[in-house]
């Protein structure tokens, strides 16, 4: 018997290389004033940004600009609503990796509210948000958080009382995901290896997620095969696009599995880290892929043999291995020995390299979510996690 199961809502999808050119048309069915969000440097100093402006020139585009230079802070969504509520704002364009896509999410969404946005995040904030924003289109940069097709948008305050925590809504799934590989090119191979292990995490964790369904089976083990086929060339060989528009489909399909699935316990130390240190989403991930599957796979196999999430482990597993004629123990294996491999080959450093202090382990673990893991791992596991990725 099939489980009953519903799916969330996704965005209009615009994938292609070169298709970036399509941002005008898209954005103008909105109206002609745009507010443009991006990054610092990497998309302003790329040759898509002249063309860009040419393209919003001659279309008759007016357009305004914001930069998110870091992972999203409730004062950077509050500046820019300030300084643009009392504008004309058609539609708001995120161009550039997950953070940006996050804060083009958040501030489409509170040009419509009043207050701050800390008031609407789950777990801070004491107001709900409503389903009106602003028309959003998100145009990722990086190939990592999939942010471009699921409904939240993630908000940090660092320090030590600091919080990683979302603005959502079902309504703030982006209108539109332009997704154009080219764009991720001039991606750095930091950036380019926790991005894409970000991705790889968000497949994995969704498809053995105990919420997970037939849908999200089927994307995400699409999308671990473009990790399969992607993800090292990606990072050793940038130039590659072939490699990057592989990527690109994994965190788009990361988003969508993620959107419904929900995702694990990798995640969840990655709220409870993000809030009390500066330090990357992607590289929280990278981090702790390893250590978290290896302590649920291990509880699972004491437990339950049987246990249908390691049949998924298995599965993956089978993904990458030419032996097709194995055991599933073989197949689980593999795939543990393979993320340690990816670990140490894109060059994967310890929390402690982002200054995590061992000191700290008892409140990371304290505000650490096991949803969604396939079995729940109690605080002196999530400790020994800690450790192994330390």
């Known amino acids: 018997m099939v489980r009953s199961f519903s ?20 954005a103008v069915h909105y109206g002609n004033n745009v507010l443009l969000t ?36 409730p004062s950077m969504i509050d500046t820019c609503v300030r300084k643009f509520s009392s504008q004309q704002v058609d539609v708001v364009v995120a161009i550039g990796g997950g953070s940006v896509v996050d804060a083009g ?21 004491t107001r709900q948000p409503s389903r009106l924003k602003v028309p959003f ?8 958080t999939g942010s471009e097709a699921t409904k939240n948008a993630v908000i940090s305050e660092v320090g030590i009382n600091g919080f990683k925590k979302s603005l959502r809504h079902d309504h703030y799934v982006p209108d539109i995901a332009l997704i154009d590989p080219l764009l991720t090119l001039n991606c ?33 083990v699409e999308g671990l095969r473009h990790v399969r ?8 060989n940038g130039s590659d696009l072939l490699s990057r528009e592989k990527m690109s489909l994994a965190a788009l399909f990361s988003g969508m599995t993620l959107a419904n699935a929900g995702l694990g316990t990798v995640h969840g130390f990655a709220s409870s880290i993000g809030g009390f240190y500066d330090i990357p989403h992607g590289a929280i991930c990278a981090g702790l892929m390893a ?3 290896n302590m649920t796979i291990g509880k699972l196999r004491k437990k339950d043999k049987s246990h249908p999430g390691l049949r998924k482990y298995a599965r993956a597993g089978k993904l990458f291995s030419e032996n097709k004629h194995a055991s599933d123990p073989y197949y689980t294996d593999l795939l543990m020995d393979l993320i340690v491999e990816y670990s140490h080959e894109l060059n994967i450093c310890g929390l402690s390299k982002f200054g995590v202090k061992e000191k700290d382990f008892g409140k990371i673990v304290s505000k650490t979510g096991n949803k969604n893991n396939p079995v729940a791992l109690d605080s002196d596991e999530l400790t020994e996690i800690l450790k192994s990725a330390f």
Not at 9 to 20: D, H, Q
Not at 229 to 236: F, I, P, S, Y
């Open 137 to 144: 289109i998100a145009v990722p940069t990086t190939s990592g």
């Open 38 to 73: 991006t990054g610092k440097s990497s998309f302003i100093q790329s040759e898509h940004w002249d063309k860009l402006l040419l393209q919003f020139e001659s279309s008759k585009i007016h357009w305004q600009h914001f930069t998110i230079g870091s992972e999203p802070t």
């Open 7 to 26: 799916l969330a809502a996704t965005p209009r999808v615009i994938f292609g290389s070169g298709m970036i050119t399509r941002l005008p048309e898209s």
């Open 188 to 220: 750095p191979e930091t950036v380019t290896a926790q991005s894409g292990m970000d991705a790889f995490t968000q497949l994995l964790e969704s498809y053995v997620s105990g919420n997970a369904n037939p849908f999200t089976d089927a994307i995400a």
């Open 229 to 236: 086929d992607g993800l090292l060339t990606a990072v050793k």
């Open 291 to 293: 250590p978290v599957n």
């Open 105 to 125: 999410k958040a501030i489409s969404a509170m040009l419509c509210h009043q207050g701050s946005v800390k008031d609407y995040l789950e777990g801070v904030g």
